[in-house]
């Protein structure tokens, strides 16, 4: 059935022994983890196995969670300057759509599930974790609020180059949250391709624009 | 013959209380499967109960009642010891009876 | 000054949020109590106690030698000491994975063919339906899954590295949602599962059964969703990714009370 690990052995004999301390090392845990993973998952629909992949953020911040000690600045510093370089900007120029498309792109939580088709167009999955609109009741509290988003950050204008700062860093981490905080929790939605551009730009508007409900 | 029934009745104050799960699946008739086709009706539509041999409640349930329903009601009378039986039969000619004895 | 308003701003939105957000849970509190008069789970537990009595597969024979790890026969408290290792066969198993080797080596039944049936189809329906029971028989009763074996420490730290994993298109790992106190996605509360959560949360609430699908959903079921909704590959039935987590989420919710079968949303 399973292939014997010379590990195992060595514990067995401690079994005979009676009461026993012995912990597997960190190593080998890693190892034997690695093993049950490559043999307890199987493709289903448009979710491959190939998905256990994990990039080097991900390997990193994952062994930081395990280790239970945060990265060091160096190594997060590495990750969040590889991850701005991920970052494409609006192919026109303009970083805003309609905010009323965002408001439905950041409802829906649908896409990329073995549930889903290939064609299905995705959402944002945003009030999964945000609360953002006042109106919208049933939101999530793993992210911050994100209601007067735009109102908070003195953004009257989005065209203006008062509020450029701004524009390009909510651009920038929708695309790649990671460039800003190497470990964050938030899905790199254009990175990832998620979301499209023409999807992000409205997210944009719900989050920026003065006519947008979250700035009310 | 349907699935069995959770009853439990309880005698106190001159009353019983009586608390009863149903295992059916209470198919209402309004939903289409995934190629639009209409999934047909099948839910109870009579539900009697009775206190040694009395009738004490019954009922007509439609579609708006969900799968696996719940129903607890309270009547004058019982003591421990006696039997309270519930029935239901449904759309599709199929029913169910169950007895217990009130605690 | 400007800047003081602005950080005024910030915090009475913040305060807002947060007494809206307390007459939500306190709405949620109050439909979670309506739901636990008349449990459907019973139904579900009714049905297994008679299959785990009914003499059934090629063998004719009942489950009633199982050894669920308390010894053969033995149904009482075993579920809270689920996951745990099994010599006979030099494993780590959880209760579902214990109930199919049961139902083969008892039964007779095909493993490989029960393994590939889908969730509530075939004889998963009936693993399902004896889940349910064999929970329900350590109702209240405190969760105490073992690390005495070398192979059950082992699988708690497998458990924890499988935990902590971040992968596939939106980086989850269970620890994005489970690894921090009073979070809750949407409007669901979300156990912190890397400690206690306390009685009747998280490990101990599951099996569950679920208002809003009518479904019966033991651990691995529950475990599949959150995979698939993480956007990850399917877990297999009762693999060993899947007992892993379960000793790590239940050594960590050590001497919590167990609630199930609970009933969800």
Redesign the interface.
Known sequence: M?KIIPF?LV??T??LAGC?S???S?AD??K??AE??A??????GI???E????DE??RL??AA??AGKPLAADVAAAIEAAQLKTIQWPTDGKFLGDHAKGEKIAQSGKG????DKADRVNGG?C???H?ISKEE??????GP?L??YGK?R?VTDPNSPAAKAVVEYTWGKLWNA?AYNACS?M??VGH???LTEAQIKDVMALLLDPQSPVNQ | MG??M?IRAKAANGETTV?A?M?HIMEGGQRKDSSGNRIPAHHITDVTASHNGKTVLTAQWGSAV???P?L?FTFKGGAAGEKLAISWKDNKGDSRTDEVTIS | MKRKL?LV??LA??VM?LA??ND?EAGIAQYREMLQ????A??FE??GEELWTTPRGPKNATMEKCDLGKGPGVVAAAFVELPRYFADTG?VQDLESRIVTCMVSLQGFDEAKILKTGYAKGEQANVRDMATYVAGASRELKINVPQD???E??MY??G???F??????????C???H??D??????QG?PNLTGNPGDGIGFAAWPAYRVGN?QMWPMQKRLNDCY??Q??????FA????I?LGVYMGVNAKDAKSIAPAIKR
Request: proline share 4%; glycine share 6%; aromatic share 6%.
């Open positions: 399973k195992a514990g067995a401690l079994v026993m012995t912990s597997i960190s845990a890693d034997l983890t049950i993973t043999n307890s998952f199987q493709s289903k979710a491959k196995v998905r256990l992949q994990q953020a991900n911040c994952s969670n395990v990329l599930t073995w549930k999955n009030y999964n974790c609360q009741v049933s939101y999530g509290t793993l609020s209601y007067n908070l003195g990671r929790n899905p790199r990832n391709g998620i | 699935k069995p959770r608390r799960l295992a969900s799968q696996n719940f607890a | 602005a701003a910030v939105s913040s949020g809206h957000a939500v008069d008349g449990n459907p019973e139904l009714m049905s494993r074996h070398q192979k420490r082992e730290e497998v924890k590295r499988l902590f994993m971040r992968s596939g298109p939106h980086d989850f790992a620890a994005t949602c690894a921090e009073n979070k809750r996605i949407r409007l979300l009518g698939r909704q956007r990850f590959p399917e877990p297999k693999s060993d990714a899947t892993a």
